[in-house]
């Protein structure tokens, strides 16, 4: 009889044990970002295993994943826990997306054919469709915006730049949770994309690396801003 999963409330039936784990994954995935699981969380698996409805080696194959992205952390024997969660921790990833990505968008311009450019241009219409960001699109405007990003550097291949911004990406994603429900922003993210997309196909590589480097910084910028104002508070590190 196959285990289920449940996601956003509702029992999922699995067709296979590698779907049961890509489900728990993902469903583990967003009660990280969403807060549900809390920065410095002991992951108890015959706990979790229960509430998510899978096997405690279907639930232990999802927390590894989730190591290798960084979003949990090992205690050698003593089991696993939810990652800590610091701006300081944000302002380091915001500095290491700027030197990475920002080269590999030069490049990519410098490479790129019609082909390259095609895939911006519907990549780009595809994100532009879900913005302004709807909070019940969150996830799927993550994911498009994860595609558009890629599709900007796709013109010059580097499998390892991709794997590398990925990582730095989805890890990113705990904190653009709280940027994005900031109330009353005066942040326009579809005009900083467009920015970025026209300056791309104008072969602008300069200007474009400057309008993405600006559209990276965005997120923390505004973060402290508001952490600084009172307007949002960060979990604290949970210790038990």
Same mark, same amino acid.
């Given at each position: 009889? =196959? ?19 890509? /489900? ?18 002991? #992951?108890?698996?015959? +706990? ?34 939810? !990652? ?25 311009? /410098? !490479? ?7 895939? &911006? ?24 915006? #994860? ?16 794997? &590398?911004? /990925?990582?730095?990406?989805? +890890? ?6 709280? =940027? ?8 326009? &993210? +579809? =005009? ?17 690396? #400057? ?14 801003? =508001?952490?600084?104002?009172?307007? &949002? ?8």
């Amino acid at each position: 009889m =196959a285990k289920r999963s449940i996601q956003n409330g509702s029992p999922l039936q699995a067709d296979s044990p590698a779907t049961l784990i890509e /489900r728990a994954y993902e469903q583990l995935r967003s009660d990280i970002i969403e807060g549900v699981l809390l920065p410095g969380e002991k #992951l108890r698996i015959e +706990h979790l295993r229960e509430r998510y409805e899978v096997s405690a080696g279907t639930l232990r194959e999802a927390v590894t994943r989730l190591v290798s992205d960084a979003l949990v952390t090992t205690e050698g024997q003593r089991g696993f826990r939810v !990652a800590p969660i610091a701006l300081q921790e944000l302002q380091d990833l915001t500095r290491l997306r700027v030197q990475i990505e920002t080269e590999a968008l030069r490049q990519s311009i /410098r !490479a790129g054919g019609a082909q390259w450019r095609a895939a &911006v241009r519907q990549a780009f219409a595809d994100l532009s469709a879900l913005e302004p960001i709807a909070p019940a699109q969150r996830h799927q405007w993550e994911a498009q915006n #994860l595609r558009f990003h890629e599709t900007l550097l796709s013109g010059h291949e580097s499998p390892w730049t991709l794997r &590398v911004l /990925r990582l730095l990406s989805r +890890h990113s994603e705990r904190y653009r949770s709280y =940027a994005i429900a900031l109330p009353d922003s005066p942040r326009d &993210v +579809h =005009a900083e994309h467009s920015a970025i997309v026209q300056y791309a196909l104008d072969g602008q590589d300069a200007r474009a690396a #400057l309008a993405l480097e600006a559209h990276i910084r965005a997120t923390p910028d505004l973060l402290i801003q =508001a952490l600084r104002e009172g307007r &949002v508070m960060l979990p604290e590190n949970a210790t038990g």
